[in-house]
């Protein structure tokens, strides 16, 4: 079945770092992709996403790109502010919406 | 409404209790789901409707969970004889579309936090 695999947190970077979270996928059809973000307290909401191969999703200075050779779709952001501070999710949907585990970001001043 | 409504927001409930969970979707979203966060966890998948097809229950972790959607509407999720592992947060979702393409992306509700006590 359909599964989304991402890198295990919690990622903890200083402000202005640069930002990489991996997210690889596993599925049957041609799904859509997609980041979506928990701020604390929050409800989850969607950050970007894409739904062809060589898509590139971005949005409030995060990208990920689909890439369908290596099955991926990872999160990048040049530079983090404190603000970033979240758990981040990565998704895919064909038929239903799989997500994976969850990375919690801790940026700090 | 403009969201996906969730309700209750918070629900305490003694252990052995049944428990009914409400979701409002978008209106005119066809995809509804209901997800399950425990503390600090990430979304465990529960069950999936499309327009008039047969849901996907395969998510459901025991036949004490079901749910059923409504003229297309508004879903409820009921939990009977709750246990203190079924505390998490359940969120709801809708989206436009079912399966890959253009707008398929999802929209979450508040969650209803359900404490078991």
């Known amino acids: 079945g359909d599964s989304v695999t991402q890198m295990e947190g919690p990622v903890t970077l200083s402000e202005e770092a640069f930002l990489t979270i991996n997210c690889t996928y596993t599925a049957t059809g041609y799904p859509s992709l997609f980041w979506y973000v928990q701020y604390p307290g929050e409800g989850l909401q969607l950050l970007l996403k894409?739904?062809?191969?060589?898509d590139k999703g971005s949005n409030k200075g995060f990208e990920a790109t689909y890439r369908k050779e290596t099955t991926s779709f990872h999160l990048e952001k040049g530079s983090v502010q404190v603000s970033d501070s979240a758990v981040y999710f990565c998704a895919l949907k064909w038929r239903a919406l799989t997500f994976g585990s969850g990375t919690r970001l801790q940026v700090q001043p | 409404g403009a969201g996906v409504s969730q309700s209750p927001s918070n629900k305490v409930t003694e252990k052995g209790k049944d428990v009914e969970l409400r979701c409002d979707p978008i209106s005119g979203h066809t995809a509804l789901y209901w997800y399950r966060q425990s503390l600090g966890q990430g979304l465990e998948f529960l069950i999936y409707?499309?327009?008039?097809?047969?849901?996907?229950k395969s998510g459901l972790p025991s036949d004490r969970f079901s749910a059923e959607r409504t003229g297309g509407s508004v879903s409820t999720l009921t939990i009977q004889r709750t246990q203190q592992e079924d505390s998490a947060v359940y969120l709801c979702?809708?989206?436009?579309?079912?399966?890959?393409?253009?707008?398929?992306?999802?929209?979450f509700g508040q969650g209803t936090r359900l404490t078991v006590v």
């Open positions: 979702a809708s989206s436009l579309a079912a399966a890959g393409g253009f707008g398929t992306e999802a929209f």
């Open positions: 894409a739904t062809k191969a060589d």
């Open positions: 409707f499309q327009g008039n097809s047969a849901p996907d």
